[in-house]
């Protein structure tokens, strides 16, 4: 393949060629390029951000298809790479593909904080895609720590205002809004957008388990409601706590992620019965 080419020893080539390799798929021959001008010191001061840059792009590549501590080790070495690039000057015409790749590979190796500058920035000059740049900050501004979950809101409305998203983009976006709507303790905007999300998702089958955590709050706020006669309260509270166990069971062994959360929904069955059994 084209990516697997060497580069002929001696060929004239600018960096501007390199990154017209990167753009055409073949980052393994764009960073070989990249790094053969950095070791010949061949290139001007203004196009010194050129091989890191390429560098940061090709491991945020790998880091894509790797999982776990492999995928966050790949992702902060593309940070690093990118972050040098953004200090030395991103190539021209890159400034924005540039801080939104950076802005993911912080979030992706849990550098928040940081993630959230660079994709606030990115946002600011203009980047492409706008609707990955939204879906970014909204994971940047709900994630710990210190989440900022009406930000976190507010870009996802924006993100769901996109009429250009595929039906499992939605139905992602969908349970990111209704997580947050749920942390607000905004329970009924939280149903409505729980209804919006379409049962063979992969998002409906973990918006069951917001479903489930809804019913369980209600469940304690029934519990201790002293303006109910105590035995209404009883039964009013086990009623939902039995409807939450019903709803985070049909969560258990289904879609892709059905490890993690069949763990969840077990251990939410547990808080359930636990609080029915301090109840008799």
Same mark, same amino acid.
């Given at each position: ?11 004239? #080539? ?38 890191? #840059? ?9 880091a894509e298809r790797l999982w776990g501590p492999d995928q966050k080790r790949y992702f902060r070495l593309a940070a690093r790479y990118l972050e040098e690039s953004r200090e030395?000057? #991103? ?12 802005? @993911? ?76 709507? #749920?942390r607000l303790r905004q329970d009924g905007e939280c149903r409505k957008v729980l209804a919006q999300i379409e049962p063979g998702t992969e998002a409906g089958v973990e918006s ?23 035995? @209404? ?30 763990r969840r929904s077990m251990y939410l069955n547990g808080q359930c019965l636990l609080a029915t059994q301090d109840m008799r």
């Open positions: 393949s084209q990516d697997e080419a060497d580069v002929p020893i001696g060929a004239a #080539f600018t960096m501007a060629d390199a990154l017209a390799v990167l753009d055409g798929g073949a980052p393994l021959k764009a960073q070989r390029m990249a790094a053969m001008l950095a070791d010949k010191d061949a290139l001007a001061p203004e196009e010194s951000g050129g091989p890191p #840059f390429i560098y940061g792009v090709v491991a945020a590549n790998d030395k000057g #991103f190539p021209e015409g890159y400034e924005g593909k540039g801080l939104l790749l950076l802005g @993911k590979s912080l979030l992706m190796c849990g550098q928040v904080e940081q993630a959230r500058e660079a994709l606030e920035e990115a946002i600011a000059i203009g980047a492409q895609p706008t609707d990955e740049l939204e879906r970014l900050l909204v994971l940047a501004y709900k994630s710990d720590p210190e989440p900022n979950l009406d930000r976190a809101l507010m870009h996802s409305t924006k993100y769901l205002a996109s009429s250009s998203l595929l039906r499992n983009e939605r139905a992602d976006g969908l349970l990111h809004r209704a997580e947050i709507l #749920f069951l388990l917001i479903e489930g955590e809804i019913l369980m709050r209600e469940g304690a706020a029934h519990l201790s409601d002293e303006s109910i006669a105590a035995d @209404k309260r009883l039964a009013s509270a086990k009623g939902k706590y039995h409807a939450a166990v019903d709803i985070l069971r049909r969560a258990q062994n289904r879609g892709t992620e059905r490890e993690r959360i069949t």
